[in-house]
């Protein structure tokens, strides 16, 4: 079983950047595709972003798109996600969780383990 840390997160002005990390134990998750979903208050979790164990296929949330990069480094068994121009909506807890299926990758219920989340918080 594998256990995954996310670090990274906390405060920061709207438009401004941070950069998520999630690392892993217990096993290597180079099998495993890797993503990123959130969960602000009163709302579902939702998908942000993906990429394909091999790393060379990545996906994103429409929302996110043009502002979010998500990387891995097999070497460091770790998986980022950089943030720019953040925005007051992008608030909540962010989440990395792996995945075997990529055809269900924007699907929660797809995937296994999931860290503890790390929070982020942009002000206006």
């Known amino acids: 079983q594998v256990q995954l840390v996310e670090s990274g997160g906390g405060l920061v002005q709207a438009g401004g950047s941070l950069r998520l990390s999630c690392a892993a134990s217990?096993?290597?998750?180079?099998?495993?595709?890797m993503g990123w979903f959130r969960q602000a208050p009163g709302k579902e979790r939702e998908f942000v972003a993906i990429i394909s164990a091999n790393g060379i296929w990545t996906d994103y949330a429409d929302s996110v798109k043009g502002r979010f990069t998500i990387s891995r480094d097999k070497a460091k068994n770790t998986v980022s996600l950089q943030m720019n121009n953040l925005k007051p909506e992008d608030t909540a807890i962010y989440y990395c969780?792996?995945?075997?299926?990529?055809?269900?990758?924007?699907?929660?219920?797809?995937?296994?383990?999931w860290g503890q989340g790390t929070q982020v918080t942009v002000s206006s």
């Open positions: 969780a792996e995945t075997s299926t990529w055809s269900m990758r924007h699907r929660r219920d797809w995937y296994d383990s």
């Open positions: 217990g096993r290597a998750f180079s099998n495993y595709h």
